[in-house]
């Protein structure tokens, strides 16, 4: 499929730059966000959600992973076979199952797709590990447009699953980072803190900038981190596994958000 149309439902932080990419790729992208209406060269605004959906050849759904159920059902009956609907949102593994569920009783194939670094750094060229009936069609469609996909061989919530394992491991890091600058920061040593953790983290020169990441980043959406990390918690007690340090990443998650982080 050398041009497919390509809806993509939220145009956030991350929808619009996967919206802007898979325009300059080739593809031809509909996008829609009753908030937001950003000028993306090569995306046509649609009037409405349905108008967006409609036969186009793959959905995305990049909206706030709380959402991800409530928007599914206002779109999914807008969406018929053989269109693609690909979940990319934040959510828990139960979310996406029942996604899953909606999008089956129609007949449409849904993938759970995880998105596994940040947007911002590579866009639509954002590694993604996805699973559940629609992972290899959607694989299939946007990888000749320079989108990398990992397809796991299982239901939708498994890559959902795996998104929040991680999750334990790179917001832990990121709540470690931040206690510890801030602890040399009242020690007047936070330049000092700063270059070590650097020196730690740097395997191809940008320490420094994996740090400010780190930092920024959890900063910026320190709320639906927090909200991440509530999944988290319920996935890991869900598996009879430790919970220590999530428990301790979401109190500095909650900390940041009390103190006004914007998301």
Known sequence: MSEPTIAVIGLGEAGSRYAAGLAGAGARVRGFDPHHAPDLPGVVHARDAAAAVADADLVLSLVHGRLAVEVASSLLPHIVAPTIYADLNAASPDAMR?????AADRGVSMADVAVLAPVPRAGHGTPLLASGDGAPPFAALVGPLGVPVEVIDAPAGVAAERKLLRSVFMKGLAAVVLESLDAARAADAEAWMHDHIAAELDVDGEGHQRVARLVDGTRTHAARREQEMHDALAELEALGAPTDM??????????????GAPD
Request: no cysteine.
């Open 98 to 102: 029942a996604v899953a569920r909606m």
């Open 246 to 259: 999530t428990r301790a990443t979401i109190a500095w998650l909650a900390r940041l958000r009390a103190a």
